[in-house]
T-cell receptor, first 116, second 116 residues
Framework: EPEVTQTPSHQVTQMGQEVILRCVPI?????FYWYRQILGQKVEFLVS????????KSEIFDDQFSVERPDGSNFTLKIRSTKLEDSAMYFC??????????????FGSGTRLTVV | AQKITQTQPGMFVQEKEAVTLDCTYD???????LFWYKQPSSGEMIFLIY??????QNATEGRYSLNFQKARKSANLVISASQLGDSAMYFC?????????????FGRGTSLIVHP
């Protein structure tokens, strides 16, 4: 069964450092998303990406965040200068058809980011 | 205002019994989709079941069924014959289409513990 792959599974970084979280969506999927989940809290939308550009972003997704799809397969989330409150599980998701969504939005296993 | 409400922070069920996890939603969009995801302690988000707003029948996937009551705006997940491996967090999510953004929005989740 096709998977969304996220690397690394766990990253520890110093406050103020830049981090890049990587995702390989399912190959025939067209819509890509990043979500985050602070420990024990709800899953929050960050950004959606379609046709090589951001289609929507939440208020959480400020200037410290950026996304890109550099090579047609990887989909990355960059946090420029990490803060303690960026510590969370970050999920990448993709779907082939957002309108029907019958097969759901496939999520990766997540990257647990710990900022110290 | 919350678009997805899960009122049960925790649920307990005996192995082999059925359990219902509640979800109510709020939308004025006629076209929407409802999802349930399972998040075990390992952290990944696993898609369980989907219900489209125009679907005439309640969705079923193996031991999972979705009790869709459109007039009440509820989409409860029913797990039949609970197994120990069903112990996890369960999230209800909705994406609005046409007049909405197609971005899945999640509820706060329900923790399910299955007792032997």
């Amino acid at each position: 069964e096709p998977e969304v792959t996220q690397t690394p599974s766990h990253q520890v970084t110093q406050m103020g450092q830049e981090v890049i979280l990587r995702c390989v969506p399912i190959s025939n999927h067209l819509y890509f998303y990043w979500y985050r989940q602070i420990l024990g809290q709800k899953v929050e939308f960050l950004v959606s990406f379609y046709n090589n550009e951001i289609s929507e972003k939440s208020e959480i997704f400020d200037d410290q965040f950026s996304v890109e799809r550099p090579d047609g397969s990887n989909f990355t989330l960059k946090i420029r200068s990490t803060k303690l409150e960026d510590s969370a599980m970050y999920f990448c998701a993709s779907t082939a058809d957002r309108a029907r969504g019958k097969y759901g939005y496939t999520f990766g296993s997540g990257t647990r980011l710990t900022v110290v | 205002a919350q678009k997805i409400t899960q009122t049960q922070p925790g649920m307990f069920v005996q192995e082999k019994e059925a359990v219902t996890l509640d979800c109510t939603y709020d939308t004025s969009d006629p076209s929407y989709g409802l999802f349930w995801y399972k998040q075990p302690s390992s952290g990944e988000m696993i898609f369980l079941i989907y219900q489209g707003s125009y679907d005439q029948q309640n969705a079923t996937e193996g031991r999972y069924s979705l009790n869709f009551q459109k007039a009440r705006k509820s989409a409860n997940l029913v797990i039949s014959a609970s197994q120990l491996g069903d112990s996890a967090m369960y999230f209800c999510a909705m994406r609005e289409g046409e007049g909405g953004s197609y971005i899945p929005t999640f509820g706060r989740g329900t923790s399910l513990i299955v007792h032997p």
